[in-house]
């Protein structure tokens, strides 16, 4: 595949405004300067007091040394009093040799074993993978996304075998809105149709049924909007999609043949995306854009990075080449309790289990190359 022109540029400058799934950044951002997605919740926070659980800790500064293994959280709070869900979790690894990144999603709804907390006073218990997160946050009567990012941390960490991660990000919806705008679009291969359930073709929010308030007690409405839709037609080459779409895109997991798995791999191919249009020469010759795209991920993005500073990780990652970059689909389907009562989602067949012991022993490459089924098709 055809690499990049534009490496040597600073990685913090070129990639601040990678973002994904649901999405992340996945270079050099600092819990400082995108603290005001946090304080919202939690007022004054620590440097790297996100990844006290599960990575390495501010006190004892981190080699930035692959390989590397990252996660990324996306969520979306309707207000500060409410407690987050996970809506996407993105485990980003970086192999020793630091040249690429491969990225792996997991299931909102997987159905895991959620450790006891004894900070939010969280019984050990099984449920949704997205909760532990809410659940975690809720100290003392007040919501804490630390304790909370934590909690689901190490729920991940049970689930992957993955014994600590190096660096961790969490972004809201609103703030990666600001990041997309920031970077005025991107192009992506759309590799299904997909209907809208929430735009209109215009990009307006569609009117809700009238049995379906979004206030009140309204009764649970599956889908509560009505009227026209906007829809995007799968192409063979890259569209270039404005920043509402893009995002309206990687949100949909409803329609025709559509499930949630499909919405992963989506965001997933975003973040690729978004990653090659933060490294084009549009981008990091045009100091007005970069500095809108700066801004954004500044007040938005919250990164945690072992104890080290942006400035460390862009040179350490100053060799990563974007357009190698491997998303990654692990199978998976429903589960089922008495009564065919849905409790949420299953890793399916051995894949996933080898996976994620080919990711311990860094060596995804050649488990990829004997298992190319895992690789999606815009790798």
Known sequence: MA?????????????????????????????????ALLSKYTGEITNDSLLEAGAAKASTKKEIKGPLTLLLVGIDPR??????????????????????????????DLYVDIPADEKAGVRAHQGKINSAMALGSQVDGKIDV????????????????????DGAAIINFGGFKKIVEALGGVSMVIDMDVVSEHLTP??????????????????????????????????????????????????????????????????????????????????????????????????????????????????????????DMTTVKLPGGGLYGPGDRYLGE????????????????????PYLLANPRLVNADS
């Not at 809506?87 to 299931?107: K, N």
Request: glycine share 8%.
């Open 3 to 35: 690499k990049s022109g534009f490496r040597s540029a600073p990685l913090w400058a070129r990639i601040s405004a990678i973002a994904g799934c649901t999405l992340m950044v996945l270079s050099g951002g600092s819990l400082i300067t995108g603290q």
């Open 79 to 108: 207000k500060p009093t409410t407690p987050p869900l996970s809506d996407s979790i993105v485990v980003a690894h970086i192999p020793a040799d630091m040249s690429t990144a491969y990225l792996f999603s997991i299931p909102r």
């Open 146 to 165: 630390v304790n909370g990012f934590q909690l689901l941390s190490k729920t991940v960490r049970n689930v992957t075998g993955i014994k600590e991660f």
């Open 202 to 323: 215009e990009g307006k929010q569609r009117p809700r049924l009238a049995r379906c308030p979004a206030r009140g007690n309204p009764p649970k409405c599956d889908h509560p909007y009505t009227g026209p839709q906007k829809s995007y037609k799968k192409s063979k080459k890259a569209v270039r999609l404005e920043p509402w779409e893009a995002l309206d895109y990687v949100r949909q997991r409803y329609g025709k043949n559509m499930t949630d798995y499909d919405r992963q791999r989506h965001q997933q191919q975003f973040i690729k995306a978004m990653a090659k249009e933060a490294m084009s020469k549009d981008v990091i010759t045009d100091v007005g854009k970069l500095t809108k795209i700066l801004n954004a991920a500044g007040e938005s993005l919250t990164f945690a990075g072992g104890g080290n500073s942006p400035i460390d990780w862009a040179i350490a990652l100053k060799g990563l080449n974007v357009d």
């Open 346 to 365: 299953q890793f399916t067949g051995e894949e996933a289990g080898e996976f994620f012991t080919a990711v311990a022993e860094d060596r995804v490459a």
